[in-house]
T-cell receptor
């Protein structure tokens, strides 16, 4: 059974700061990793996916993958109050296996 | 709207009743997934289809749950003899083969 671990938070950061969200996974053979954002009462929304070791940037978001350490992270630069949500890490196993999510609170 | 569509958005039912939810995936997507999510938890996999074939069911899925995708397009999820523990958000997602999955708005079920 593949497992994905996330700190449930809440993680509080001031507006304009960098938010760092972390995720570890159990299966060394996992190849694809996804970050979803979920606002309270809403469904998950895909933010980014990453397949290769290293960094992948998209606007204010950077996903980082270290397969040797079985570690995925999401950095949010210039955090805004609208970024306050739960961030779900998922590992591709067909189907996706999700962590419990980290709740992020950006304080204005 | 060409995203994943779920109906109804909310359902309140009495314990013991049967309920059915519908999901319309993104039109060109051949894979369709059902997940369940409770408060404070990540989405929990229930079952998935590739075209009309149901390829996998979670071992956690009770016999009271059944899903169909008869023509490889929309899907239905039925829960028979609902229990209070079935109260959750039921999420449908679709993808083109093994590419990234996109979620619908979800159906929130409350069993009273």
């Amino acid at each position: 059974q593949k497992e994905v671990e996330q700190n449930s938070g809440p993680l509080s950061v001031p507006e304009g700061a960098i938010a760092s969200l972390n995720c570890t996974y159990s299966d060394r053979g996992s190849q694809s990793f996804f970050w979803y954002r979920q606002y309270s009462g809403k469904s998950p929304e895909l933010i980014m996916f990453i397949y290769s070791n290293g960094d992948k940037e998209d606007g204010r978001f950077t996903a980082q993958l270290n397969k040797a350490s079985q570690y995925v992270s999401l950095l949010i630069r210039d955090s805004q109050p609208s970024d306050s949500a739960t961030y779900l890490c998922a590992v591709k196993d067909t189907p996706l296996v999700f962590g419990k999510g980290t709740r992020l609170s950006v304080i204005a | 709207d060409t995203g994943v569509s779920q109906d109804p958005r909310h359902k309140i039912t009495k314990r013991g009743q049967n309920v059915t939810f519908r999901c319309d995936p993104i039109s060109e997507h051949n894979r369709l997934y059902w997940y369940r999510q409770t408060l404070g938890q990540g989405p929990e996999f229930l079952t998935y289809f590739q075209n009309e074939a149901q390829l996998e069911k979670s071992r956690l899925l009770s016999d009271r749950f059944s899903a169909e995708r008869p023509k490889g397009s929309f899907s239905t999820l039925e829960i028979q003899r609902t229990e209070q523990g079935d109260s959750a958000m039921y999420l449908c997602a679709s993808s083109l083969s093994s590419r990234e999955a996109f979620f619908g708005q979800g159906t929130r079920l409350t069993v009273v």
